[in-house]
């Protein structure tokens, strides 16, 4: 399954819970999910996914659990960019932020 953010391609949206690393070189979006609607509430990106609690070890976790309501409205959609240099993903990140304005990159 697959969705579009802008004008890339997402693997997703999955249940957080379901999520199994490793992965290298991507951007992700956390949503949050109520009902049949998904909301981005988190861009970010990485090098490497490669712990089993990468995204419960995040600095944002509670952000998104708070705006999700449980763990069980978390969801997670990844681009893959493959051998590419972190600011390719910064700028991917830059734009998908600057579209949706998701409330936990907010300072």
Known sequence: MTIQILHYEF???IKLEEW??????V?????????DNFTIIYVGQSEK???????LK???FKCWLTHAGSEQNLYLAIHPMWKSEKTERERVVYKVTSKYNPVCNKD
């Open 11 to 13: 693997l997703g949206p």
């Open 20 to 25: 199994g690393p490793p992965m290298e070189e």
């Open 27 to 35: 951007v992700y979006v956390m949503l949050s999910r109520e009902k």
């Open 49 to 55: 996914t490669e712990k089993p609690d990468f995204f």
């Open 58 to 60: 995040n600095e944002k």
